[in-house]
């Protein structure tokens, strides 16, 4: 009990300490790089499961909270805390990086040591996004991630394309997020300081608000991914390795949204109320547009990859519909996202690590061959496309609620994306998991071993869990959500 | 009024024959074109009493300077080079950005120093100082009593940058290698008969 | 830590004093020495004399104690303040490192001749006096010494056709820059017939020629027209010598030509002390001439990060590379200049100082980076030389991803911390265009970073290029600097302090 005041600044630095220790040993220990990294991982995220245990779940101010001094001089200080709606999100982070660490245990055999170093640092500057409560520090975290993604997509991705992914998504990214760097010059410059309780109670014009919050959208957008400026999406994930796809799908497309709920709406709310209609338009668009693209491909990870923008689209739509229910149903839909998104991009992994191609027309009927696998394959098909029992569709069923609310034909249109999403996940399903074993192409099957099961059990039962009673998750949400909503309506 | 005329005399030979000195084809006309400048130019310090100043533009410049750049023509028998063709090229753009810079300048000079706004003429731009005729220093006295006492830093550094200058010029020139120097070209020793050599 | 010396304790200028005795002894001794022994190879020996006497002056800037302050010493023509002693100290240092980091390169390169050591320090000498100059005579006499020094330093291999080259190119382009600071010093004296800033600061403290606010509705008595004339001219001549575009066109030439050594000094060093030159003049002495001067200034600053942005874009020489990445730092460091409020100085001085360091960084990587099957002897390294650096020597490719990133201003280093701080400076004095302008093309240079980045890593090839390994000494340098640069990020407060207090004495009359 004594420590636990200061467990959020332990839990951020844990990651960074691994990599640090990481880095004194030899390369050619691997199995004790991959230990050390893979306990680091594991410790910081049984110190997360304490923030959980230990969340004050009846009051929605920041708790955990500490405060460092950087530049006095310039009223720059770090601070961190943890509110209900970063809770889920470090958890998730937390959550994400063991299993990816476990699923590249035998995948990547070359610079080791430099890609675990990487993933560590990641994790800090993930974990740094989501609990840091100064809008300087959240830019700087913000783009720091891409450093080590860049490093992951390109030195270790499958092909020579992967060069072009990795200018893509760092460019794309850059450039949208250097307008959001000039606004909160601005807010600095005007405010005096870029403390995030400092924010809340400064109020700016509505002409002020309006071009800051485009600035901001132009860097959001980019990231959630919104539809002229996704096409890093499905490049980044097609080349990245698996675990750099599970952490791209799983959590730093959350990045965009977390960007949007932490920022945009309680400092800019009137530009928000005046920007959401184009908002809900480019959602839909995103969610048709890609789900119709998705249908069309022929890469399984490309599939996946659109399926994680239409997703995310459609949690934007949650977000902009400015009541309880959508938020928390954005939220949720975030999270099991997280979950559903890396499970599907850890199924492709599994295949491709052992025959190593992603062109759906190279499998079928593994369901003969491999029985558990493709249960667990089904599963996560089904949360997909939005099965009642699976968290998807609460986070759908409440985002469709929320948005009925402020607008029918956006929840229409948006409805008709998810029946679209139910087409061509079933149908990569059935390609893959039925018909007849294509033993011109491959001779050997291995159904998933104990370490592959291992990295889905923990997503199967959030999944499940969040499916069935989700209240476990809204219950530390709803606070936070509900002080956020009445926040940008006064 | 004849000061002016003088002036006006030595400010035209200046700016005719440092055009010339880039114009000509040959290296020694150019460099006396240069020595004429010179010598308009110590004209024109003469005209503003710099009578030390002048004299010594005259042995440093001519006598040392341009006296060195003669001896290197000659020891190195430059050809002329026919450049004619393209420097026609760039001659009209030039002439009119020099033009409008030109106009830029006189406008403003002109503005800021009248010296006579009573009597604004051409020829009698004359500025009358009352207190030289009652005190004057000769030129040598003042500019020893400035430089080596209020500016010796300057002037020290001054003397620093002719060290540096001197270094410069023997590390770009000098040969360490004494001996490469005297080397027989065994090849084309054997290769005189007298008709390449006897000259009747 | 402060020595007693007594005796010396008006002498305002004696680390250059010390310099200049020094220097003239090296000559005397090196050239006895040489003609006596027959030319021996003594240049590494040099090095090592050159590297104490600049930390003794170095040493005795710092043990200074700025006593002389409030007393006009050598006819006011050398100011001793905070200003001078702090740029002197940072050059100083600066050069320290260049030349221990040279060192390799002089013995391999067989540059044989022991001057090139003494030309350095003129260099450093005329840096010194350009700092603390309080006249434009000094200032044009250190101008002149630093030039020269520049010029012999660029074509100092007398067998290359580049470096030759190069030099001539430098020294056209210097006389003539010189020669327009001549002028623009001519003009202002011939209408104020001073040349010492202070007296100039004296002269036009209250004169706001340009603006267009209450204080200049009364018509002026003064045409002060042939004053913004000649401060044009001064202006020019310094932008020339910082290598900004337009006037930039020089530079990669130059650069490229020269002894990359050299090249190691020309980028690094002296853009500092010729910034202190600008701040003086133009913050200094002239503050009230500022409108006439800014938008001219933002304009420049615009097409300076434009053509360093997109010229870097198809560089296929690292050397190429780097000069128009500086050509770009320098437009930003100007963003800073044309602010015109206390902190924007402050932050300009810091934006040089990093800007100074991360040069220093790359440029000493570049210089120890040595082919080892250099059989076409080429000097300047194509892009392409640099592939698989992540698997021969991953500690330096480690290093030079960290200083790139911090050169392009990603976060989170130290270079992001200054780049914001300098567009923050423009968004405080409302120049929302330029900053924009200069943010994306800032995205568009980061792309020849990242291309760099790839080429160490991404690159699927079997065979890289081998180097030869690094020696004991640059390694502990090159750490040295690296934690330096890990830890500015962590706590710059030691910069922000530093730069505070430069920018309070430069700025008094604002």
Known sequence: ?490 | MIINILFYLFSIILLLSSLMVILVQNSIYSILFLVLSFISSAGILFLLKCEFLALMFIVIYVGAIAVLFLFVVMMLDLKTINSKKDTLKYFPFGAVIGGVFLTEILMVVGETFKSNPYNVSFLYNSHFNWYERIDTFTEIRSIGQVVYTEYVLQFLIAGNVLLLATIAAVVLTINTNVASDKKQVIFRQLSRNYKNVLIV | MRIETLLFKEVVILPELFLGISLVYLVLHCTFLSIKKNYPLIQNSILYLGVLVLFLSCFLVLNDGLEVLEQSVLNDTIVNDYVSFSSKLVIGSLSLFCLLMIQPYITSQKINQFEYILLILFAVLGLFLLCSSNDLLTAYLAIELQSLAFYVLASFKRNSTYSVDAGIKYFILGAFSSSLFLFGSSLLYGVTGTINFEEFKDLFVNVFPGSYDTISTEISLFDFSLVQFGLVFILISLLFKLAIAPFHTWAPDVYEGSPSASTFFFAVVPKLAIFVLLLRIFYYSFFGFFESWRYFIVVIVVLSIIVGSFGGLEQRKLKSLLVYSSISHMGYALIAFSAGTLESIQMLLCYLIVYSFSGLCVWSIFILTRLKNNHLQKQNKDLTDLVLLGKSNYMLAIFFTTVLFSVAGFPPMIGFLVKISVFLTAVESSMFFVVLISILCSVIGTFYYIRLIKILYFEKVLVGKLYYPIQAQSSVLISFLFFLFLFLFINPTLLYLFSYKISLLVSMSI
């Open chain 1, 1 to 490: 009990m004594l420590y636990i005041k200061n467990i959020l600044s332990f839990i951020l630095v844990l990651p960074l300490i691994g990599a640090i220790v990481l880095s004194f040993i030899p390369a050619s220990n691997k199995s004790l790089l991959r230990s050390i990294a893979l306990n680091c991982s594991c410790l910081t995220f049984v110190l997360s499961l304490f923030l959980w245990v230990f969340f004050n779940k009846s009051v929605g101010t920041f708790q955990f909270a500490e405060n460092f001094f950087w530049i006095p001089i310039l009223n720059l200080n770090f601070s961190i805390g943890v509110d209900g709606i970063s809770l889920f999100f470090i958890l998730l982070t937390t959550l994400l990086i063991p299993i990816c660490l476990l699923a590249s245990w035998d995948s990547i055999q070359v610079d080791l040591k430099k890609y675990l170093i990487a993933f560590l640092v990641m994790e800090f500057f993930l974990i740094g996004v989501f609990c840091v409560l100064d809008l300087l520090f959240f830019y700087i975290f913000f783009e720091s991630v891409l450093i080590p993604m860049f490093l992951i997509i390109g030195i270790w991705g499958s092909r020579e394309r992967k060069i072009r992914a990795a200018y893509f998504f760092f460019l794309y990214t850059l450039l949208g997020s250097v307008l959001m760097l000039l606004s909160i010059l601005y807010i600095y410059y005007q405010v005096g300081t870029t403390d995030y309780e400092v924010l809340l109670t400064f109020s700016f014009s509505p002409l002020e608000q309006k071009i800051m919050w485009f600035a901001f959208f132009a860097s959001f957008a980019t990231k959630v991914p919104m539809v002229p400026v996704h096409l890093w999406l499905p490049e980044a994930h097609v080349e990245a390795p698996t675990a750099g796809s599970v952490i791209l799908a799983g959590v730093l497309l959350k990045l965009g949204t977390y960007g949007f709920i932490r920022f945009s709406f309680p400092l800019f709310p009137e530009a928000c109320f005046y920007f959401a209609p184009f908002v809900y338009a480019m959602s839909v668009v995103g969610i048709v547009y890609t789900s119709f693209t998705a249908i069309r491909q022929s890469d399984f990870k490309r599939i996946i990859a659109y399926t994680s923008v239409a997703h995310m689209n459609l949690v934007m739509v949650g977000l902009f519909s400015f009541n309880v229910i959508g938020l928390e149903g954005a939220i949720l839909q975030s999270l099991s996202h997280g979950f559903v998104a890396s499970a599907l991009f850890l199924i492709i992994g599994v295949v491709y690590d052992r025959h190593h191609t992603r062109m759906v027309k190279y499998y079928g009927g593994l369901v003969h061959t491999m029985p558990i696998y493709v249960f667990i394959f089904l599963f996560f098909t089904m949360s997909n496309i939005g099965l009642p029992g699976t968290g998807s569709f609460v986070g759908e069923f409440l985002i469709l609620t929320g948005s009925f609310k402020a607008n029918t034909t956006v929840t229409f249109l948006s409805a008709t994306g998810m029946i679209i999403g139910g087409c061509y996940s079933l149908w990569l399903f059935n390609r893959i998991a039925y018909g007849n074993l294509k033993t011109q192409y491959f001779k050997n099957y291995l159904d998933i071993n104990k370490r592959e099961f291992l990295i889905f059990f923990p997503l199967l039962l959030g999944t499940l869990v969040m499916g069935i009673y989700p209240n476990i998750f809204l219950n530390s949400i709803h606070f936070s959500t509900n002080m956020l909503v009445e926040f940008m309506y006064f």
